[in-house]
């Protein structure tokens, strides 16, 4: 990869410490009468250290309620607002450099003398930083329901209505929590509750200290925990006439020096669709034409519980400790019938395809962590270790009745035993250089994976079941990862830097044991990742970003070995794969204008061939190159005095995000010409409404046009939801209810021409339009704290592969 226009920035963050100077911040505001909804004039606003308590300086506010102090010392501050008539109120924790607009705060007046009230902190559903997007998911409108619903009203991803799937600028996601993934896919985050969820970072930027490995940008979920000395929790439900009920419990005692705590949530519900597919295979002459319809249903369950302590032993030294079991199961009824005809437009045969699955994913993960403090603030070395065990087994009863001998159906039991072990070591030292800071670390993985893959069709001649096509097959993994990382950021004036390589070396072996197959790869790469900001004003920050990142081919990527979907296809991994790279360039304007070009090579795609005249077979190859071009415009509207614009005082916040991307994609597979370009286009929007008697009222729409290009087409997507919350009992009971799919718009389908054959499949889900109740009760003042998070996530779950 070339990297000389990093050169310029490298030069830039040597002398940047000439150029740097005593830091500097300021903050700005309104406020409001709380009955009126008018800015007060004349608020006295006084800014205090969060250490000393010492004055910092002050001021007023003009005739709008607004008000600007500047010129303020330091970082971590408290703000204190009072005036004569009125409630005095209290921010008690304020990161200036973080947070330098506070927003909109209401006074209550008053004839009598009331009590001081503190707020803890104050943070906006989005937060915007050089390298990543908070967002704070207690202030995202409709975050009673499912984490992929709240994710999907604050606007910052994208969410496809028909598999819950979550990409970032059409890319795909790598998804972490807590120092571990969840081990199923992204789309299962539909099941979570929300209200379990502190945080979600959606990180568009991964610097060197992350693993380089996974999708091209990271999801990380932080969990709630408490850090106030007492009992305290949460407890919320929610259920929909979809079938999908699911909720959870978060527990926390703290005193002195120890803090317990512990979850559990979980959930369970049904889905069923109904997908349609048209063949035409150009060049057979028996396996001419195909045309089938399949009948799913899928009930599930989820659930997850952690149990963990923090302690300190001093003012220098703390242990975290903790573990976590999660175990997802779902169980497949899948009724299909199809129809194949030869090149003459001659009936074939037909045959129909009953298949009952069970699917379960459990995980058992352990946790340590340390942390030394030394003298100086931020310098400190920190030492991680995880390991987790992870069990997926699966079962598929076939049943398939050919037209041809009705009387005989073809019979076959197949199970998968994967049991996969990680182990994951990491060391970290900060050293802050004034204005500057200096990290470094290494981390090692070691992971072994083994498939049991299990076949018996039975023998109509000596009536028993037996493995008559020897697709039984064991496949033992094995993989090491060495890594090792620097990293160096400076504040200077309004520029803020951050550069960092990230070196690793990935050795692999696999065996299978049933065929004596085996393989080795050893892979050593370097990671460069620059992230260079500048302060404009308050309002607006110019951002570039630059990093590359790998995707490694999963297991069951690789596995030579055959499995059989029906009469006449079966998939099969291709042991060839190589890793496929891709490198990410974009420029921002804080959020409003972001501009990127995402170049990958050796991508992973699914590709179909046919065998013998008579059978289709999939695998994965790697193509060529991947160009996309792509800009965001996002309009973000708070009914705020402070705002340049002020629309009715009932719009509570409005957000209207518009996307455009370009896709090239270069590449050849034997006589497939997998060549074309793409454009697509979307519009997503959020209204927020405050209604009688303190109800909210949010809103979701999502448009997504057809898009045609020379080898598919797709039609396009709508989507409408609306909700409705309340908070009674000062607070601590939350209601919420939601109307998801209002247009009933869950049908999609899609077209692929190629050289040799055409397909047209639709997929439709049954009971989208849905209404869902959810109660939310906090008691003893319940507040969150972040955990630690050092997987990489590697150990993904199978799911939706083919």
Known sequence: MTIKPVLPFIMLLLFSSLLSAQASYKVTGAIADSATGKGIQGVNVVILSRTDNKNLGGGTTDEKGSFLVDNIKKRNVRIKFSMMGYQTKMLDSVDLEETPRVGLFKLRSTVIQMPEIVIQSV?????????????????????????????????????????????????????????????????????????????????????????AEGGAYILNLVSKKNTMDNYNGSVNISSSTNSMTFGGLNMNYKENKLNLFSSIFGGFGKQSYVSETDKFNYDSRSLYHEKGRSDNSMPGNMVNFKLGADYDLDANNSFTFYGAYSRTKFDGDSKSGNTVWNSADLLQYSYSNYDKTGNTWANLSFYGFYKRKFADKGHEITFDAMYTTMDMPSTSDLNIGYSYRPSAPYLQKNSTGTNAKTFIFKADYTRPIETA?????????????????????????????????????????????????????????????????RAENLHTQGDQLTSGENFKENFFNLFPNLNVGYKLNDMFMLTFNMFRRVTYPQVYYINPFKQYMGPNSYRMGNPGLKPYFLNSYSVSLSQYINAYYVFSNGMFTRFTGNVDDSVSVYSFINIGNNKT??????????????????????????????????????????????????????????????????????????????????????????????????????????????????????????????????????????????????????????????????????????????
Not at 480 to 497: E, L, P, W
Not at 631 to 649: G, R, V
Not at 722 to 734: G, P, R, T
């Open 123 to 211: 943070k906006p559903m989005v937060e915007f930083r050089v390298d990543r997007q908070v967002i704070n998911m207690d202030r995202v409108p409709g975050s009673m329901g499912s984490v992929t619903e709240a994710l999907k009203n604050s606007g910052t991803v994208e969410v496809n209505p028909s598999n819950n799937n979550i990409t970032v600028r059409g890319q795909s996601v790598k998804l972490q929590m807590d120092g571990r993934p969840f081990e199923m896919p992204v789309d299962m985050l539909s099941q979570m509750p929300a209200s379990m969820i502190e945080q979600v970072e959606v990180i568009l930027a991964p610097g060197a200290r992350e693993s």
């Open 437 to 501: 800071k200096l990290e470094a670390g290494y981390s090692y993985t070691y992971r072994t994976r083994r498939n049991d893959y299990s076949v018996r069709d039975f023998s109509y001649l000596v009536s028993d079941w037996q493995d008559s096509l020897r697709l039984s097959n064991i496949f033992d993994y094995r993989e090491d990862i060495h890594a090792a990382y620097a990293t160096y950021s400076q504040k200077f004036g309004r520029f803020d830097v951050k550069a960092g390589m």
């Open 629 to 802: 071009y792509g800009i965001e415009l996002t309009l973000p509207y708070f009914n705020s005095p402070a705002m340049p614009i002020h629309l009715p005082d009932f719009i509570s916040m409005l957000n209207v995000v518009w996307g455009f991307t370009y896709r090239e994609q270069e590449g050849q597979y034997l006589s497939e010409n997998l060549t074309y370009n793409d454009r697509r286009m979307w519009l997503r929007a959020n209204l927020s409404l405050n209604l009688w008697y303190d109800v909210n009222m949010s809103t979701y729409f999502m448009y997504s046009p057809r898009t045609k290009n020379s080898r598919t087409t797709a039609n396009g997507m709508k989507n409408l939801s609306i909700s409705f919350s309340k908070s009674v009992l000062e607070n601590k009971l939350k209601l919420s209810l939601s109307f998801s799919d209002i247009l009933n718009a869950m049908r999609f389908e899609d077209e692929t021409f190629g050289s040799n054959f055409y397909s047209h499949e639709s997929f439709t889900i049954n009971n989208s339009r849905s209404v869902s109740l959810g109660i939310t009760y906090m008691f003893n003042d319940y507040k969150p704290h972040r955990e630690r998070n050092i997987d990489d996530g590697r150990d993904k779950a199978e799911g939706g592969i083919f």
